[in-house]
């Protein structure tokens, strides 16, 4: 056995150029691969997490009325009871209660339909972003005359600057309409460019004068310390909870959780193509090699080397070559990967597109261990299957027939 991978070894190196060329290929086909893998990946779950940041965070509870007509008599049910249960739960990082209203919002230079959101300035800073998104003006820093963050979409359409007032007018538990008026103290600007033109944050403090109990919750967002753990935190709080709506991200925006959950077969897929246009590649040019050492083949059967050992000196050629490729493709790619991972790729050229997916013009790709693992067995699998072909050739050989063919 020995001989024969040490024959297999310097087969390998016969043709230096010829040898080279295959390893390059499946180096370049592996490190250009995960690399794409990567991108999409880093582009998903940049998207995934953008939106939890900015709007869906791991788990929200609504009135189940609420969230069709955002009526404002469709509290959260038991509020009290349910923060208790969250600040006991360990599967909870953070949450905070809103109150919400649909609102009209109107300048001088015109008005819009908007989302008036009744925040804690404190407890938003942890759960979402809009306190680190914010490119102009302070966060809250303010606390006189009722501030307001608003996105920079919106702030374009209505050309608001800082300091500037505008006038939020919404129908009351009453049904009387109501007209507040703030002053904007800063504008944010996150990935989805949607969320930024229909949402203007407010003190909650300065919601609640509408409401004779001070305690009422429209909304509850919930972060958990993982994200995977927002089904078993749902399930747990709906069982406690039944009159409650209590949802988690992905039943949300369904759209963002099967797009993660493909994301394997879409590996799967992507890589398995570019194997196999490699294999046929590793399968011809050993194929051509066997029959350029006809003769040589030839001999070593006529002299007692059993066909078997012919075909396994073959398969064990085309495994060196795999051997040799493999490592430097996943390290390439790896590194690359790593570091791209760090210091991103600016797409800025691209940023209006992204922004409507909701993503930002930096990304960062990722890939997990996991993949690495999966392309290793799939390219000693792939090229272990290349290598039947030429080795099945070598099998057929007549030993005196190619012994006097050259």
Not at 25 to 36: A, C, D, E, N
Request: charged share 20%; net charge positive.
């Amino acid at each position: 056995m020995g001989v024969i991978i040490k024959i297999a070894w310097r087969n390998v190196w016969r043709n230096k150029l010829r040898s080279l060329i295959v390893i390059t290929s499946i180096i370049l086909g592996l490190w250009s691969g995960l690399f794409m893998i990567a991108m999409s990946n880093g582009l998903n779950e940049q998207r995934v997490q953008s939106a939890i940041d900015t709007y869906l965070y791991h788990v929200q509870i609504h009135n189940p009325s609420f969230e069709y007509n955002l009526d404002i008599n469709s509290v959260v049910i038991d509020s009290e009871k349910v923060f208790n249960e969250l600040e006991n739960n360990s599967l909870v990082k953070e949450f905070s209660d809103r109150i919400i209203l649909s609102a009209m919002a109107s300048t001088a230079h015109g008005n819009q339909g908007i989302k008036l959101v009744g925040v804690d300035p404190e407890k938003e800073k942890i759960i979402s972003n809009i306190n680190r998104s914010v490119i102009k003006g302070n966060y809250f820093f303010n606390s006189k005359s009722k501030p307001v963050i608003i996105g920079k979409k919106l702030a374009d359409n209505l050309k608001l600057d800082l300091k500037r007032k505008l006038s939020a007018t919404f129908v009351d538990k009453n049904g009387d309409i109501q007209r507040f008026r703030f002053k904007v103290e800063g504008i944010f600007k996150t990935p989805n460019s949607i969320h930024d033109g229909g949402n203007i944050y407010v003190k909650k403090e300065d919601l609640q004068e509408l409401f004779t109990d001070k305690s009422i919750t429209h909304e509850i967002i919930v972060l958990c310390n993982k994200i995977d753990d927002s089904s078993i935190l749902k399930e747990n709080l709906q069982n406690i909870f039944p009159t409650n709506k209590i949802e988690t991200w992905k039943e949300i925006a369904p759209e963002l959780g099967s797009v993660q959950d493909l994301m394997i077969w879409f590996f799967l897929i992507f890589m398995s193509i570019i194997l196999i246009a490699l294999s046929f590649g590793i399968a011809n040019i050993m194929l051509m090699a066997v029959l350029e050492r006809k003769r040589e083949l030839g001999m070593l059967m006529s002299v007692g080397l059993n066909r078997s050992k012919v075909f396994l000196m073959i398969v064990i050629e085309t495994i060196f070559i795999s051997f040799v490729s493999l490592p430097i493709g996943i390290i390439l790619a790896y590194l690359m990967i790593s570091y791209y991972g760090q210091v991103g790729i600016d797409l800025s050229i691209v940023s209006e597109g992204l922004e409507a997916f909701g993503m930002k013009s930096i990304l960062y790709t990722k890939l997990q261990g996991d993949y690495y693992i999966l392309i290793t067995i799939l390219t000693v699998f792939v090229t272990l299957i290349s290598s039947l072909l030429p080795a099945r050739r070598a099998l057929k050989l007549d030993p005196a027939e190619a012994v006097r063919s050259l």
